[in-house]
């Protein structure tokens, strides 16, 4: 329709087309064949292949499209000239940057009948080349700009850093107010002028290695009881095949300090939680050893209480005292609760099983870890105390996730239901209900199962610090 060959070129062209996608998916790069059109300055798409084994450069087909040898000067060139053109960059009408390999296609009089195309995608490389180039370009930005600052020497004088420029053999070329100021820390006699005194001689913690290399250094060094980042940078000048160093010298013994007073304090901070814990597991070794010796049997409830809330809290100690956080992974300390605590056998000939579902770890500041264990063992005993009587098994699960900021807790049992007044007549449903709302600072309710049993869900934000 398009174009005036004979049909033994088609047959040709048609032979041809079927080594496309197997030279699109080698090359991993869109394969066309084109041919010219009756207008001379015009070609058009008769065959292409998609690579399976990288995205296509096009987004649609480009069969039957044609193109201006104006916007193609390769297709043009190999097609006139009967030679290949290789390795030409091109750009497409997406926007990506292709290399472009032509290849004419001849029939059997030596006559060139068509193109066979190869664009493969070079956008990184090219993104790459312009990086390197304005890189080379911003280093030499950098020599300009250091020149100016020489010649207004105001501007690094602001800096509360050292800069020293040093020649190759290490002789000072220029330093800056606080530059002079490290060195006579250094050196109370030495002179104010610096200029062309070898650095080696005057600092004693820069080493030759410093200046005799040609990148960029940075060391951490200590002299006179103070801390020093000191970086070194090399200028070279192709032209004039001579090169500067540049010292950049930053005082960071407060931050080295801080950091040092930091690790202390975590010290301290897990010493303190190691003796909290200490001292509540020796509150409740009190209260096991009164409990052997005997109590009224009606105390005998209050003590394993009051013992369950001790082992709580000191749980959440036990692992701030290891780990030096404080944050906590309030999944670790709830199962501690469920496995490590003996809950009294309010109904004797009970067997309850605990069950933890959880779907993820998560941590809690501890001011929220301390509340919640206290509220996880209060509402297990408050299920203990009043789910299960006149029952000879029973199931409690804890349901504990994350939605969204807010932390979900739900302490669920298949007992025998909820009664009206246990909101309000027992000091554990008040426990909880106070730590929720003012430690927690969230929701607490009761729901009543339609089949069986009670759920209690504690709602509350995460803390983020």
């Known amino acids: 329709m398009y174009t005036s060959l004979p049909e033994k070129d088609i047959e040709i062209l048609e032979e041809k087309s079927k080594s496309l996608q197997m030279i699109a998916d080698l090359a991993q790069g869109n394969v066309f064949i084109d041919c010219a059109t009756e207008d ?94 304005l890189l080379s370009e911003t280093t030499a930005e950098f020599g300009r700009t250091w020149d100016i600052v020489l010649k ?67 060391r951490e060094v200590r002299s006179m009881e103070k801390v020093f980042i000191l970086r070194s940078i090399c200028l070279l000048n192709k032209k004039a095949d001579s090169k500067r160093m540049l010292l950049y010298i930053r005082d960071i013994t407060d931050l080295r300090d801080k950091e040092r007073q930091l690790m202390v304090n975590q010290v301290v901070i897990k010493e303190i939680h190691h003796r909290v814990k200490n001292n509540l597991q020796t509150v409740a070794s009190l209260l096991r050893m009164q409990m052997r010796r005997g109590v009224p ?10 013992l369950n809330r001790i082992t709580s809290i000191a749980a959440v100690h ?82 504990f996730k994350q939605n969204g900021r807010s932390i979900e807790l739900g302490v669920i049992d298949d007992g025998n239901g909820m009664d009206n007044d246990i909101e309000t007549d027992h000091l554990g449903i008040e426990i909880v209900k106070n730590l929720t709302n003012y430690d927690l600072n969230g929701e607490f309710k009761f729901l009543q199962n339609c089949e069986q049993g009670t759920e209690a869900w504690v709602t509350f934000p995460n803390r983020e610090d």
Not at 175 to 197: M, S
Not at 298 to 305: N, P
Not at 323 to 332: D, F, I, P, Q, T
Not at 343 to 370: D, G, K, M, R
Request: hydrophobic share 40%.
């Open 297 to 306: 049997e009606e105390t005998k409830l209050l003590y394993q209480e009051s």
């Open 318 to 399: 036990d692992v701030l005292s290891s780990s030096g956080l404080e944050k906590v992974n309030m999944v670790h300390i709830i199962k501690k609760i469920t496995t490590g605590q003996v809950f009294y056998p309010y109904q004797p000939n009970c067997s309850v099983a605990i069950h933890l579902c959880t779907e993820e770890e998560i941590e809690l500041h501890s001011s929220q870890a301390v509340s919640l264990a206290l509220i996880v063992t209060e509402l297990i005993q408050n299920c203990m105390k009043h789910a299960f009587i006149e029952r000879s098994t029973g199931n409690v699960t804890i349901h």
């Open 40 to 133: 001379p300055e015009t070609a058009i798409v008769v065959a292409e292949a998609v690579p399976t084994t990288v995205p296509s450069l096009y987004q649609g087909r480009v069969v039957g499209k044609k193109i201006l040898y104006s916007y193609e000067p390769a297709v043009y060139k190999a097609y006139h000239s009967g030679k290949p053109a290789m390795m030409n960059r091109a750009l497409t009408h997406e926007g990506s940057h292709v290399c472009q390999n032509v290849t004419p296609i001849k029939n059997d009089e030596g006559s060139v009948i068509a193109l066979l195309i190869l664009e493969t995608d070079i956008t990184q490389q090219v993104e790459q080349e312009h990086e390197l180039a």
């Open 152 to 218: 207004d020497q105001m501007i690094p004088d602001y800096l509360e850093e050292a800069l020293i420029l040093l020649g190759e053999d290490g002789a000072i070329q220029y330093a800056n107010n606080f530059a002079i100021g490290l060195i006579k820390e250094h050196n109370p006699i030495q002179q104010t002028n610096l200029t062309n005194q070898n650095i080696l001689a005057i600092l004693p913690f820069i080493d030759k290695a410093d200046f005799t290399h040609q990148g960029i250094t940075q």
